[in-house]
């Protein structure tokens, strides 16, 4: 199988997600983006990529707002034209899991070469 495209591998990533908790301030370890979101946004027109902001709502949670972008590189948001900006996001630590190695920062054995 081919790699895909604009992949890392586990060690960086876990590399990445230890430096942004060694920061007190960010408690939140990832977003579970409901695949309807993904979808619906990208059946947008004119959507060519995908852009995330970080905010936070008014009940202090941590969100990840998705929103379309053209190609062009700019944000599509306009609901009129039904260009929308997508937040139905959910924050771990109340979405995790917990045993995943992106969580854990566990670092992984390589797999076994089969003989």
Known sequence: MAKATNTIPLDIAQDWARTWRADPSNTVKAFLIPQIDITE???????QDV????????????????????????????????????????????????????????????PQQQQ
Do not use: H
């Open 41 to 47: 946004l990208l059946a947008e027109t004119n959507v």
């Open 51 to 110: 852009r995330a902001y970080v905010g936070i709502d008014g009940k202090g949670d941590c969100k990840l707002m998705l929103v379309g972008v053209d190609a062009n590189g700019l944000d599509l948001i306009d609901e009129s034209c039904g260009d929308y900006i997508y937040d139905f996001t959910e924050p771990c630590p109340k979405t995790c899991d917990y045993t995943s190695p992106l969580y854990t920062l566990i670092p992984q054995k390589p």
